[in-house]
């Protein structure tokens, strides 16, 4: 059983840096999801040009971070909520950042909101059962605006497929198995993944499910390591305006 929790752990790491895109060059894990560099910046408007109003592009959703009270999370942008019960352990907002590489106290919200604009990914929930048997993350990749405008859920879905199971390979695992699938999630039809992966004594089973809002794209991974429970953790969540 042990293997089996270390193997989940493992798995959720294996997920986030591929799925998120994160890292540098330098750092960047193989099979990470290489997104296209960005075209070049337009150049700076004379002096006596009044520079324009900061607003978001008229496609582009202001992204909020989600809420956690008690056993709650709700996320207004991607419009779904969740409730977990006594035997899961979730994260605070401190070890969200923490898990995202981003400062561990952030005073105010405008300096959280600064730290993520430059961050690569981010961690917005994090839940465990106490075993680890069942394992919930939801991870933000910020899109550079090429990536933006050429992948939705379903084409970005394509683009990381072949390469999860390639990573997985590379981290020992026995076999990778993945299935684009479109699912019902909390009152929508979203893309995802079913993936089974094989490792040394017994399987990890994931459903990776996608939402593209604005300049990001944000991955929710269900990870079952004893049994595939991950049709049954989709009841977790359900959709704000229901």
């Known amino acids: 059983m042990k293997k089996r929790w270390i193997a989940v752990i493992l798995t959720a790491m294996t997920l986030a840096a591929l799925l998120a895109g994160c ?21 700076e408007a004379p002096e006596e040009t009044a520079a324009p109003e900061e607003t978001p592009a008229p496609d582009e959703t202001m992204l909020t971070l989600g809420t956690i009270q008690g056993g709650r ?12 019960d006594s035997d899961w352990l979730i994260a605070d907002r401190e070890e969200l950042n923490a898990l995202g590489g981003l400062a561990a106290e952030v ?3 405008e300096e959280l909101r600064a730290a993520m604009e430059k ?19 939801l991870v933000f990749e910020k899109l550079n605006a090429v990536a933006a405008a050429l992948y939705d859920e379903d084409k970005y879905a394509d683009a990381v497929k072949d390469q999860i199971a390639d990573s997985f390979a590379k981290q020992g695992a ?11 999630f909390a009152g929508a039809e979203r893309t995802a993944l079913n993936i089974t992966v094989e490792f040394e004594g017994g399987f990890v089973y994931e459903k990776a499910i996608f939402f593209q809002t604005g300049g990001y794209m944000a991955t929710l991974t269900l990870i079952s390591s004893q049994s595939d429970f991950t049709d049954d953790m989709t009841g977790l969540f359900f959709g704000l305006d229901d």
Do not use: H, M
């Open 107 to 109: 005073i105010t919200d």
């Open 119 to 137: 961050a690569d990914y981010f961690y917005d929930l994090y839940a465990r059962t106490e075993d680890n048997a069942l394992l919930v993350q």
């Open 174 to 184: 026995k076999s990778c198995d993945v299935e684009k699938v479109t699912l019902d």
């Open 73 to 84: 999370y709700e996320n207004e942008t991607l419009g779904i909520g969740a409730e977990f």
């Open 23 to 43: 890292g540098g060059a330098a750092e960047k894990p193989s099979g990470t999801l290489d997104t296209p560099t960005p075209t070049a910046q337009p150049t």
